[in-house]
């Protein structure tokens, strides 16, 4: 972020280097992988993936379509006027967030890399473009851009922001949500937060350091909270075998089992932050 080059090594993780900047205290993975070795995880068999990216997706998708009912409805209160918004969904995996912006009125278009996932979404009729943010140009102001679990995915955070700057409304509105390196699960968990993926998150934002590279490319932060996601059983259960704590997800399951409560859902903090931008 600042362009120093002499950063702490916190840990090694799957043989990356997780380092802090001891100047400005981003903390990011370095080295990491090409950005072309990097586009390419994207490309193909990104949701079915079992060494990064996501296995199940789509069998998740009540669980992923009611978070992001909840994180725009938490971000209504910055909306712009109007009901047919334009918005963009960067990054829109199997449209569910696209389905919910439809149903507010918007008129939605996603991007989507994996090449898979964006044959089915042109062939169920969604607006979707293969292509990264970068090189994405319709011409057109948007009055909402969400990224969604995305931004830390991103090589040139500088040159990204510059472009959604481009693409943003002068009222428009940025939302996203992103891992919190302050988060209290990061701190409890240290080098085996859930979070911690270098081959693809390749950096790993505060509130202070994401904000420090929208406000240089023209943009403010203008509300932020700790945010989450819904979890069933299953997800609880994958958490728990993730961290080893076997018993426990034993535990859990034998009691969500005797409670009747195998297909309940809730809402819990999962150690990110959703965060809404505006230009200055």
């Known amino acids: 972020m600042c362009n120093s080059d002499k950063p702490n090594c916190l840990f090694v993780k799957q043989g990356f280097s997780i380092v802090k900047c001891n100047k400005c205290n981003f903390v990011y993975?370095?080295?990491?992988?090409?950005?072309?070795?990097l586009g390419s995880l994207y490309r193909h068999n990104y949701f079915k993936s079992k060494d990064y990216g996501y296995s199940g997706y789509e069998q998740e998708k009540r669980l992923r379509i009611k978070n992001f009912e909840r994180w725009?409805?938490?971000s209504t209160p910055y909306l712009?006027?109007?009901?047919?918004?334009l918005a963009l969904d960067v990054g829109c995996a199997a449209g569910y967030c696209l389905d919910v912006m439809k149903a507010r009125g918007w008129v939605a278009a996603g991007l989507e890399l994996d090449e898979e996932m964006f044959s089915k979404l042109q062939e169920s009729g969604y607006r979707v473009m293969n292509t990264e943010?970068?090189?994405?140009?319709?011409?057109?102001?948007?009055?909402?851009?969400?990224?969604?679990?995305?931004?830390?995915?991103?090589p040139g955070i500088d040159?990204?922001?510059?472009?959604?700057?481009?693409?943003?409304?002068?009222?428009?509105?940025?939302?996203?949500?992103?891992?919190d390196h302050n988060s209290l699960q990061r701190k409890i968990f240290r080098k085996k937060w859930f979070q911690y993926k270098p081959i693809e998150h390749i950096q790993y934002f505060s509130t202070k350091t994401i904000s420090a590279f929208?406000?240089?490319?023209?943009?403010?932060?203008?509300?932020?909270?700790?945010s989450g996601q819904y979890a069933d059983m299953k997800f609880i259960l994958n958490r728990l075998n993730y961290y080893r704590f076997s018993f426990f997800s034993f535990?859990?399951?034998?009691?969500?089992?005797?409670?009747?409560l195998n297909n309940r859902f809730f809402y819990t903090d999962t150690g990110s932050r959703l965060m809404v931008f505006k230009k200055k």
């Open 29 to 37: 993975v370095n080295p990491r992988i090409q950005n072309e070795q």
């Open 80 to 85: 712009p006027a109007g009901k047919s918004l």
């Open 72 to 74: 725009l409805n938490e």
């Open 214 to 226: 929208a406000v240089r490319n023209g943009l403010k932060m203008v509300f932020q909270k700790r």
């Open 251 to 260: 535990f859990f399951e034998k009691i969500f089992s005797l409670l009747g």
């Open 133 to 154: 943010l970068k090189n994405f140009n319709e011409g057109k102001k948007y009055s909402v851009i969400t990224l969604f679990d995305v931004v830390e995915h991103i």
């Open 159 to 179: 040159e990204a922001f510059k472009k959604l700057f481009e693409l943003l409304d002068e009222d428009g509105v940025i939302i996203l949500v992103t891992p």
